[in-house]
């Protein structure tokens, strides 16, 4: 079974410059998470999507950063303009829906906002 | 006060030590619990469900208290290649809230 893919691996920008993140998930997987991982921390959700539509995203800063999953498959995450405190590892995990077994997740995108 | 609660460490163990993770979470309708596994600068990895009855998966043990909303993680005879950050998961409404994570250093 192929995993989560994610790309790119790594992307250094710098600040107020745009970023993008591409996510895509286990095939039948329903629901689709992005986290943030800042060093030292564990991950923090920021969106999670069901099928193309949106469950949660009480955390995502929507003033910069924006997400969408067309046809509920794959998905990007957006930061525009970006900020140093975004120096993050980007996580995509996808799962059955409910979660009964825990997520899968991609390897991450590792940002350096200089 | 945060969600999910962990010792952040380091443990330093001798190989062959056992060794013991707790956490605590502050969300009593959580429906299940889970331990992950992250090695440094990669994606974390599920380790183990963590049941009411407690289960075991060879080396390791995890329990969970209802009653006190703790989870531990009990590992036994230490190896090298358990050196990794521990995450204590914890699924509330169907997402994963994950505690910041205990780091586990096993020295020879």
């Known amino acids: 079974e192929a995993g989560v893919a994610q790309s790119p691996r790594y992307k250094i920008i710098e600040k107020r410059q745009s970023v993008a993140f591409w996510c895509n998930p286990i095939?039948?997987?329903?629901?689709l998470y992005w986290y943030q991982q800042i060093l030292g921390q564990g991950p923090k959700l920021l969106i999670q999507f069901q099928n193309n539509g949106v469950v949660d995203d009480s955390q995502l800063p929507k003033d910069r950063f924006s997400a969408e999953r067309l046809k509920g498959v794959d998905s990007t995450l957006k930061i525009q303009p970006a900020k140093l405190e975004d120096s993050a590892v980007y996580l995509c995990a996808s799962s059955l829906v409910g979660a009964p077994d825990g997520y899968t997740f991609g390897s991450g995108t590792r940002l350096t906002v200089v | 006060r945060k969600e999910v609660e962990q010792d952040p460490g380091p443990f330093n163990v001798p190989e062959g030590a056992t060794v013991a993770f707790n956490c605590t979470y502050s969300?009593?309708?959580?429906?299940?619990f889970f331990w992950y596994r992250q090695d440094c600068r990669k994606e974390p990895k599920l380790l183990m469900s963590v049941y009411s009855s407690g289960n075991e998966d060879g080396r390791f043990t995890a329990q969970l208290n209802r009653a006190s909303q703790y989870i531990s993680l009990l590992i036994r005879d230490s190896k090298l290649s358990d050196s990794a950050t521990y995450l204590c998961?914890?699924?509330?409404?169907?997402?994963?809230?994950f505690g910041a994570g205990t780091i586990l250093r096993v020295k020879s």
């Open positions: 969300n009593s309708a959580s429906q299940s």
């Open positions: 095939s039948g997987h329903a629901t």
């Open positions: 998961v914890v699924n509330e409404a169907h997402k994963l809230v």
